[in-house]
């Protein structure tokens, strides 16, 4: 997980952890997080480094060869 600043409209600029893909290190919603991650949180493909409709497939595939 990256952090990621986000500027409010106070003028603050606070920090928080940004999801990202553990193949390719692309970021990724926390939407997409909550779908995508195994049980331990990791997301093994993404839609930067897979094709839409093989995403979890991808996935399955990259946490047996881990």
Do not use: K
């Not at 999801?19 to 390719?24: A, I, L, N, Q, S």
């Not at 331990?40 to 897979?50: D, P």
């Not at 497939?57 to 990259?62: D, S, V």
């Amino acid at each position: 997980m990256h952090w990621v600043a986000l500027h409010t409209g106070s003028g603050r600029c606070d920090q928080y952890p940004m999801p990202t893909c553990d193949h390719c290190g692309a970021h990724v919603s926390e939407r997409f997080a909550r779908v995508f991650a195994d049980e331990n949180g990791e997301i093994r493909a993404c839609v930067s480094c897979s094709a839409n409709a093989g995403i979890e497939q991808a996935a399955r595939e990259r946490a047996r060869g881990a």
